[in-house]
């Protein structure tokens, strides 16, 4: 069974930065690609970045594009999701989602797995 467990979430002052975690367990091997999506209130969720082996860490054309880093622990399958420089409208829940095949998507329908969800909140 597949799982994504995600954490690092929070509070923070414009400017902060939060490190985002997402765990993955219950795929055979290694090739599957990560995408990183975000939801705010009354929006769709939207694609941010994707790690994969075959496209490595991409970064989505997204007001948030160039304060970001995604990073991938594969021996402990991990992938993170730095973020710096956070402003009040990069505040939303934040997910982590898989998909079975090694290729990125921007699409949030692309994907057959999702964590939970975590909120991110940047406010002064």
């Not at 969720?45 to 991409?58: F, K, P, T, W």
């Not at 054309?61 to 402990?76: E, F, P």
């Not at 991990?78 to 290729?103: G, S």
């Amino acid at each position: 069974q597949v799982q994504l467990v995600e954490s690092g979430g929070g509070s923070v002052q414009p400017g902060e930065s939060l490190k985002l975690s997402c765990s993955v367990s219950g795929f055979p091997s290694d090739y599957y690609a990560i995408g990183w999506f975000r939801q705010a209130p009354g929006t769709g969720r939207q694609g941010i970045g994707c790690a994969s082996r075959n496209d490595g860490n991409i970064e989505y054309a997204t007001s948030i594009k160039g304060r970001i880093t995604i990073s991938r622990d594969n021996a402990n399958h991990t992938v993170y999701l730095q973020m710096n420089n956070l402003k009040p409208e990069d505040t939303a829940v934040y997910y982590c989602a898989a998909r079975h095949i090694h290729f990125c998507s921007e699409y949030h329908f692309h994907y057959d797995y999702w964590g939970q969800g975590t909120q991110v909140t940047v406010s002064s």
